[in-house]
Nanobody, 128 residues
Framework: QVQLAEAGGGSVQTGGSLRLSCAAS????????MAWFRQVPGKEREGVAG???????KYAEAVKGRFTISKDNTDNTLYLQMNSLKPEDTAKYYC??????????????????????WGQGTQVTVSS
């Protein structure tokens, strides 16, 4: 069983930066494939960035060059550095973890059902 807790959301102006973090607990295993998803009311959840158990990194096209995902396998913490933020980045951001053996070679990383573990979410608001 894995519990995830996000932190670091907030309100910033266009062009600003935020750094999200996600602390994982409840398991001694430290190589889960993980990702950040975001959701706007009335829209489906979308994958923002992911990193799998072997270090393969994926980004949504809309955030390439602006966001950086990283993971510290020692303390089971996932990060998302968000730079050059735009109003369209406004959403609730969720940290998610996949099953123990999932990777991004076999699985499609943008499918929400790949991830049985979800955090409670943290709100990011970007104003003009």
């Amino acid at each position: 069983q894995v519990q995830l807790a996000e932190a670091g959301g907030g309100s910033v102006q266009t062009g600003g930066s935020l750094r999200l973090s996600c602390a994982a607990s409840g398991s001694t295993y430290n190589r889960y494939s993980m990702a950040w998803f975001r959701q706007v009311p009335g829209k489906e959840r979308e994958g923002v960035a992911g990193i799998d158990r072997d270090g393969r990194i994926k980004y949504a096209e809309a955030v390439k060059g602006r966001f950086t995902i990283s993971k510290d396998n020692t303390d089971n913490t996932l990060y998302l550095q968000m730079n050059s933020l735009k109003p369209e980045d406004t959403a609730k951001y969720y940290c998610v973890a996949a099953g123990r053996y999932a990777d991004f070679v076999v699985a499609t990383w943008t499918r929400p059902d790949l991830y049985p573990y979800w955090g409670q979410g943290t709100q990011v608001t970007v104003s003009s």
